[in-house]
């Protein structure tokens, strides 16, 4: 009997990761456009979801609901699972957590719920070390523990092109936004103690990206690192970005992935996103 791993799709695995470890199951967000509901990484992709902002389409997520976690875990138990770690995006943006909390009330202490306070990978590589954790056969409460581990070696910064979606999903006030766009301002974002702020602010996309590897660059220090750059209808700029980091970090990095995120932070941020999230190695 083994523990096993279940995460949402807001972590924005890569596929292969996603797709090639038996112990790790990735439950699909809840997605709204113009108030029909899809499922993120199931039937929606992010081409679909940059589509429907450009065109003006009113896209929503919400978070998991208790009674489909419950049912997860009752399945993966029942299948033969000796326990469960349960990861999800902060629960400073997302009730996903809490429904987590009260699903996994239910199992006598079989289920164990971790606040990754990140997004994107920041959910992602905790989930990973669960899983990493578990597959070497360590018991719920050891790999829950590695989880939380990474956490604390986890860092994230997001550029975005507008501070328009910002605005739109209440993240900052309309005569912050309206200013900004004045100004001409796109923003750098962190994700701290499971809070999005701005770091800081930028006039063109080349100074942002130049910003968010320095950024990286500044967190890694001198350690060994997993690095994933994400993007939401920015690939060139992702691309760029990546073959940047890979030289900088060359003989320290030890793996390197490109991803689009999904609707649950594109919704929020909006096309033109490209973020990079840094896992350092103990």
């Known amino acids: 009997m083994t523990v096993v791993v279940v995460t949402d799709s807001t972590s924005a695995l890569p596929e292969p990761l996603r797709t090639a470890r038996g112990g790790l199951t990735v439950l699909g967000i809840p997605v709204l456009i113009d108030g029909v509901e899809y499922r993120e990484g199931e039937d929606i992709g992010g081409e679909v979801i940059v589509r429907a902002i450009r065109e003006g389409h009113e896209v929503t997520t919400s978070g998991l609901p ?29 009730g996903t957590v809490a429904a987590a909390e009260a699903a996994a009330a239910g199992f006598g202490g079989r289920v164990a719920v971790v606040d990754s306070l990140g997004a994107g990978m920041g959910v992602g590589y905790p989930a990973l070390a669960a899983l990493e954790a578990a597959e070497d056969g360590a018991a719920l409460l050891v790999a829950a523990a590695a989880a939380q581990s990474t956490i604390g070696r986890t860092s994230t910064y997001f550029y975005l092109d507008t501070l328009e979606y910002l ?31 701005v770091v800081e602010k930028v006039r063109t996309p080349t100074r942002g990206l130049q910003r968010l590897a320095a950024l990286a660059v500044a967190d890694a220090g001198e350690a060994e690192v997993e690095m994933t750059v994400h993007h939401l209808g920015a690939e060139r700029r992702a691309e760029a970005l990546a073959g940047w980091l890979a030289e900088r970090f060359e003989g320290r990095l030890r793996r390197m992935d490109v991803t689009e995120v999904g609707a649950a932070v594109g919704a929020h941020c909006g096309p033109g996103l490209v973020g990079v999230i840094t896992r350092r190695i103990p």
């Open 167 to 197: 605005r739109r999903g209440g993240r900052i006030s309309a005569a912050r936004a309206i200013v900004g766009t004045a100004l001409s301002v796109k923003p750098i974002l962190g994700v701290e103690d499971g809070r999005i702020d």
């Open 66 to 94: 208790p009674e489909e976690l419950r049912a997860t875990y009752t399945r993966l138990l029942d299948e033969g699972a000796s326990g469960i770690v349960s990861v999800h995006l902060s629960g400073r943006l997302s």
